[in-house]
């Protein structure tokens, strides 16, 4: 896995500076996990998100990571996770998409010196379904990377709370 | 090699399958695998088991592997089995602690085959 190593302090505020780090993150999981390549989405809308899996942050960094994605990606995911047919998938798709959100979240937090350390991950927690609403408490924008698996958008977040 | 036992303890059930399927790829022989979703799971299991390797990770519900590892040293049927911990948790702070508690190796998630490949076989190689 690529170390970047920014460091916590010198940061700041600017956390939009992450991004490229939170794309790194979600790169890597996907790659060593599944074997896939994530492209960009180009502008690609994200819709039919209907799968989110999260992770809290405590800590250092106080936030939500999310992963959303359709029942059809995370039906591919959990598939090529387990090495098994897409057809042979069924109730594993949670816990595989809580286990990606948590190794994004885990590799993420990695690769920003003193992070490792000084953040805490919450178990997942896997929401079905597109009709809710998330309040945050976050005063800033959430960063967000759009990727693609074999076409179909997944869409990372992270919410920081200053 | 001969062919192994081993015990998986972690709480996603996903997780102890691709550990599994990752130490098969990794060429190892598994004759058992016991799995358990927490560090208290997995001491039962030993209670009655004897294995020859453990495979842990170190954030899970009820008793997590830094707990686990550091009871095994009370468990006569985790005498000499060796310990390598499979988590997201990459801190220095962690991996030291872990070692330090007994673990034998240290590999962090995500992982490919080839890193669990080695991290376990020169501990079950140096074992035998």
């Known amino acids: ?162 | 090699m001969d062919a192994i036992s081993a015990l998986i303890v972690d709480d996603s059930s996903v997780m102890r399958k691709i550990v599994e399927r990752s130490l098969r790829q990794a060429g190892i022989t598994l004759t058992r695998v016991f799995e358990a979703g927490n560090g208290a799971e997995g001491l039962t299991i030993l209670a009655d088991n004897r294995v020859d390797l453990i495979l842990c990770d170190i954030n899970m519900p009820v008793m997590d592997g830094l707990e686990f590892i550091q009871q095994l040293a009370g468990v006569p049927n985790a005498k000499d089995v060796p310990v390598v911990m499979i988590t997201t948790e990459g801190s220095e702070a962690h991996v030291v602690q872990a070692l330090s508690n007994g673990a034998r190796g240290y590999i962090r998630k995500p992982f490919t085959p080839d890193q669990v490949k080695e991290q376990v076989i020169p501990v079950l190689t140096s074992k035998s």
């Open chain 1, 1 to 162: 896995m690529k170390s970047v190593n920014p460091t916590l302090s010198t940061h700041g505020n600017r956390h939009e500076e992450w991004v490229p780090l939170l794309d790194m993150a979600a790169r890597e999981v996907f790659e060593l996990m599944m074997g896939s390549q994530l492209a960009p989405s180009a502008g690609t809308e994200a819709t039919d998100l209907t799968i989110t899996s999260m992770v809290g942050l405590a800590g250092q960094l106080c936030g939500v990571m999310s992963v959303r994605c359709s029942g059809k990606a995370a039906a591919l995911m959990t598939s090529k996770m387990l090495g098994v047919e897409l057809d042979k998938v069924g109730t594993e798709i949670a816990d595989a998409l809580g286990e990606i959100c948590n190794m994004v979240a885990g590799n993420f937090k990695n690769k920003i010196t003193g992070l490792a350390e000084g953040c805490m991950l919450s178990p997942p927690t896997v929401i079905t379904g597109s009709d809710y609403t998330l309040r945050s408490m976050s005063d800033t924008p959430p960063l967000l990377v759009t990727l693609l698996l074999e076409g179909m958008p997944v869409a990372i977040s992270l919410e920081i709370h200053t």
